[in-house]
Structures are given as C-alpha cells and as structure tokens.
C-alpha cells in the first residue's frame, strides 16, 4: 500500500481555506518525515494552487447596491410627485375656473356670425376693361410665340393690394396657442408621474395596476386630441390663403369670396370646441386622479402580492 503524502493528508482532512490556515503547523513536520527538500517544495506549490482553486467564489455586490445614478433619479421622482400634487392640488381647480369663465366671455358668444366677415381687399374688376384686356392678350399671344413669356403671363394674376388675415379670429388665437401649449406640457408631467407608479412585473394583486393602465390609455388619448389642435389651426391658415388666392385670381366668382368668410365662421366654431376641449381635459384629469389617487399611487397597496 501506497504511503499517504502530505498533500494528500491535507486535502482529505480540509476543506476550505481557513482549514488549510488550521494545518499549515503540522505540515513541516509531516514534510520532514520520510520526505527530501524537493518533495517539500513541490508540497508546498501544490497547496497554494488547492487552496486557490477551493477558495469560494466572491459575492454579487449588484444586489441591494445602490446604483451611481440613483439618489439624482430619486430627487427627480420627489420633485415631479411635488409637482403632480400641486397640479392637482390648485393648478387644475384654477384652469377650469379661468377656460370656463373663457368660454362665457362675448367673444365666443357671436350670436350673428356674419359680424366676422373680415374685408377683402380685392377690386373687383370691370367687365368691359377685362374682356378688352382679353382681346389684347389673345392678339399678344398670336404675335409672340416666346413660350416663356406666354408662361409668365399665365402666372401673373390680378393686380390688388394686400389681403390681411382676419384679426377677431387670430386674436382668439393668440389665447388660444398658449392654453394648448400649456395643457399638453401638463398632461406630460402627470403622464410621466403615472408611469413612475408602476410597479414591477409580478404575479397576481395587480388590480391596482390596471387602473393604472386604464387612466394612462385616457391620458394617451387627451394627448392625441390636444396635439391635432395645432395641425387644425394650421389647416386654417393654409386653407384659407389657398382661398384669397383663387379669389385675387378670379375676382368676379363671388363664390371664392365667400369661401373665404366660411372659412373663417367655421375656425371661430372651432376655436370654441378647442377651449371646451381643454377645460374638460382639465377636468377629467382632475376627478379620475383624484377618485383612484390611492390605487394610482400604491397599486398594490402594502401586501408584497397575494398568497394561493
């Protein structure tokens, strides 16, 4: 039978690295029996690799550390929570009193909606003088055969002055464009706080989570409505400017005159629906987080989640 070496003593006989420590005072003299100074020396170049290759694996420090950039997202969390309890707490009441109070004012109560029309600066031009000029371009056209300047002649409209917007229904806007901006900017905030509610993905008591989800697809939608008031002011703009246009172009169809006064008659509808609009987002803001704040809050209350 094979004599037991050092090594083999003290792999059988320790387990750890603390164990090893525990024996280190009785190896020498095991060494020292029966044993030369190069088997010494190779005992001892085998325990510093055991010992190395036993040695626990050192802990995950990833969980329950506190990440760098924590305690800065944890201000910003206290701070928008600030701001979402003003919001509601005096912010909100405040809006809906101002746009509702907005809406009672003269201004968007025109009973008779011809008292828009706004001014057209437009000559409208003889019949006789036009169809002489008539004549003398067509006779114009048969002696130049230049294409060019038969093409600019085309573009060339009728000469009039400048045609001004209508000022009642751009002063309506310029209350209206910061109440819009306004609105969205809030609605961002309490959207942003909502989405910081949420809890992480578990298993079970996520009641509380879909209320969440219900109020935020609400807030999503009020976020689409509110964001097409821009594109609609701007349709405006574009829509009636195509229609002073055509009426410069031909001044004797009194049909394109009037499409411009209609234009304007169904922007100021508008702009009333678009103030209503805004104090109602206002509103239904203000109750369904006031109704469900707890739920919004603590979606899962104090329970860690439900037991089956």
């Known amino acids: ?17 603390e ?12 060494c020292g029996v029966g ?8 005992v001892s170049r085998e325990l510093t690799r055991t010992s190395v290759a036993v040695e626990p694996a050192s802990e995950c420090h990833c969980v329950g550390q ?25 912010y909100f009441p405040k809006k809906i009193s101002e746009l509702d109070a907005f809406l009672k004012e003269p201004v968007l109560n025109e009973a008779n909606l011809s008292n828009l029309k706004a001014p057209l600066d437009i000559p409208v031009p003889d019949p006789v003088k036009e169809k002489e000029k008539e ?15 038969k093409g600019d002649d085309e573009d060339k409209g009728p000469p009039c002055g400048p045609v001004n917007c209508n000022e009642k229904i751009v002063v309506l806007l310029q209350r209206l464009k910061p109440e819009i901006k306004d609105v969205i900017e809030q609605l961002n905030l309490v959207t942003t706080w909502l989405q910081l509610q949420i809890p992480r993905i578990e298993d079970g008591n996520n009641f509380g989570v879909a209320v969440q989800e219900k109020v935020f ?33 031909q ?11 209609e ?15 805004i104090r109602n987002a206002y509103a239904v803001l203000y109750d369904i987080i006031l109704k469900n704040f707890e739920k919004l809050k603590k979606p899962r209350g104090e329970t860690k989640g439900m037991i089956y």
Do not use: W
């Open 66 to 90: 506190t990440m760098p950039g924590e305690p800065k997202v944890d201000v910003f969390r206290e701070d928008l929570c600030s701001k979402t309890e003003n919001l509601l707490g005096s």
């Open 251 to 261: 001044p004797h169809v009194g049909d394109y005159r009037q499409l411009v006064h």
């Open 263 to 277: 234009l304007d008659e169904a922007e100021y509808r508008d702009i009333r629906l678009m103030v209503m609009e």
């Open 135 to 149: 004549e003398r371009k067509k006779q114009q056209e048969k002696e130049d055969k230049d294409e060019k300047k």
């Open 1 to 17: 039978m094979r004599q037991e070496s050092p090594l083999d003593f003290t792999l059988r006989s320790t387990g750890s690295r």
């Open 35 to 42: 044993y030369g100074g190069v088997e010494s020396a190779r």
């Open 19 to 30: 164990s090893f420590k525990q024996e280190k005072g009785i190896i020498p003299s095991l």
């Open 217 to 249: 697809e609400l807030m999503t939608a009020l976020h689409t409505k509110l964001e097409g008031f821009h594109t609609q002011i701007s349709k405006y703009f574009s829509e009636r400017g195509d229609a002073v246009t055509k009426a410069a172009k």
